[in-house]
């Protein structure tokens, strides 16, 4: 019997802050949710819309026994802490603890870690509040908005359109997405020319003619002007000015985001699931420790628990004309939660010192953090920036130099940024100038690009369309179901995207937009604020959602399923393409009148030897059509693997190594990787 109870989501989190506690604690995991919507009730929405839109939860399948040795722990207990993760679906999580496991109010305590270090914790634990439950309602809300836009949409275009499913925010995403292609599929490119002066030491463009801008737009426009020119250039001015590069901001998880994309090429998840690890601890051998800061934020505030010592290092290591100041930002709206910026828990962790702990992919992005975050702190760069205007019979050429004076953030964050000079010569007002060749260049105007991850995310921020933390699940979601293609890492709508989006702007426009979904995060910002009552809020959705609904389900017209080419061997009808339960597969299109269904030769296609038996391992697929890897003798072996065995075994235990879905070779029962 333990006098304290901690309930952490995390087992890995759990092993770190238990290391932090006394023998009075017992730090457990609820290993994440534990409960969520019932799938009965109107729709299997398992909300009582007649009642409030009150919601019936239900265990997680696999929860139950996690719930029943939580329970016993929670009866071995004087006190329990609640210390899911400080955010609203962490606060979400908290209550749901509570309520399932028989909680009374006197009997626990909610805690945030901000950060996994033993004296945060130890702080943490001395400073207890309770759940707040405007959050809790205001997650709570997010949730049945989603269930019931997700439930009952995905059900109306599976049924017309083959479609898979369709979501809040992940239709809007998609939305975003085709009106990109539709804009580069419309666009018509432009003709334009540009001409390039040469000189011995630098190049200059033409601009001007006289006082207003040119524009050339045809190889004749480009001989006019060429024709005008003389052989000698004057230097009509030359203007230096000092310009500040500006230190960043540090990282909140949307920029986060962004530039781990840009930078690291990481994804989205990638990105999310490896701080994660950073935030839960490491083993650093003579402790372990979270290394980052909690990275579900929108907010670039900084501690001074942080700062002092910040700044203490960057003067006594860069010297002091380093020091910046601490960066606050005018943005209020849709900034959610008092966190901090993600930044390192510690200025004295400098990665180069850690990295054999870490794996190549935890070194690259905590350095991406640490280095951000001191670059926040150091002051601006400084460059000189210096322009010259020639004339060349009225017609005016620039050039453009750049000299480094101070290179400020830079000294850290030269990795992530580019910055070379470009020295011009020194020359004076008046001064003559012959040029050395005159470079005509015929251009074409580009479309828009196509969205990237880090472009698209950045978009949706801007928008203040759904959160940060659920950026990376959005983007998972609509690859996964079919949506969208990625060519040179961008996003391009498939044709059951575009088809998606189509009938969705058709039936549901006023909703499925981004002002409406803008709007709805508002509203949810405001039941977190205590401004508006939850159930409210979804009424008046409701109200307006499920007669479109309705109208859609009557009104929508269904696809027609496509042709084989084949006729039915039992009635001659033509054989069409169908989607069932585990995939797509060929039937009468007489059903249900014929009930033919094509067999389909499946081609078995084998990986290596079954390390168990004599069997071999081979491509199979789930019954949710997931591909995994498992024994050609199933079921007397059930040898199984998610991840591509290569064939190889593992230098230190002799089991099978695995090539993880990110390249990565790994053994399949030891922590091994190559």
Sequence with gaps: MHKYLVIVESPSKSKTIGKYLGNDYKVVSSKGHIRDLATTGTYGLGVDIENGFKPNYVPIKGKSGVIKELKKDVKDSELVYLASDPDREGEAIAWHLKDALGIKDKNYKRVLFNEITHDKVIEAINNPTVIDDNLVKSQETRRILDRIIGFRLSKLLQSKIGAKSAGRVQSVALKLIVDREEEIN?????????????????????????????????????DVVLDKLGEKYTVESVEAKEKARKSKMPFITSTLQQEASTKLGFSAKKTMSIAQKLYEGIDLGDETVGLITYMRTDSIRLSDDFVKPAMKYIAEKYGKEYLGFVKTSKKTENVQDAHEAIRPTSVNRDPLKIKKYLTSDEFKL???????????????????????????NDYKFKATGQEM?????????????????????????????????????????????????????KELEELGIGRPSTYATIMDTIRDRGYVTMEDKKFVPTEIGFETTKKLQEFFSDLINVEYTRDMEEELDLIADGKLVWNNVLEKFYKLFEPRVKDAFTDMEKKAPEETGEKCPECGSPLVKRKGKFGEFVACSNYPTCKYIKKEEKEIVEICDCPNC????????????????????????????????????CPECNKLLLETKDGKIKCSECDYEK
């Design 366 to 392: 905590y350095s991406l953090i640490f280095k951000r975050t001191l670059a926040s702190l150091m002051a601006d760069a400084k460059v000189n920036q210096t322009t010259i205007i020639l004339d060349n």
């Design 614 to 649: 004599k069997g071999k391992i081979v491509e199979k697929r789930s019954r949710k059509g997931k591909l995994f890897y498992g024994c050609s003798n199933f079921p007397k072996c059930k040898t199984a693997y998610w991840d591509k065995p290569t064939g190889e075994k």
């Design 186 to 222: 419309k666009f018509v490119p432009e003709e334009y020319w540009t001409i390039t002066a040469q000189f011995p030491e630098y190049e200059a463009v033409l601009f001007k003619y006289k006082e207003d801008d040119i524009e050339l737009h045809s190889k004749d426009e480009v």
């Design 405 to 457: 004076l101070f290179d400020g953030y830079l000294k850290v964050y030269i990795d992530y940024e580019s910055s070379e000079d470009k020295i011009l010569p020194k020359v004076g007002e008046k001064e003559e100038a012959v040029a050395i060749g005159l470079n005509p260049e015929q251009h074409y105007t580009k479309p828009p690009a196509r969205y990237s991850e880090a472009k698209l995310i």
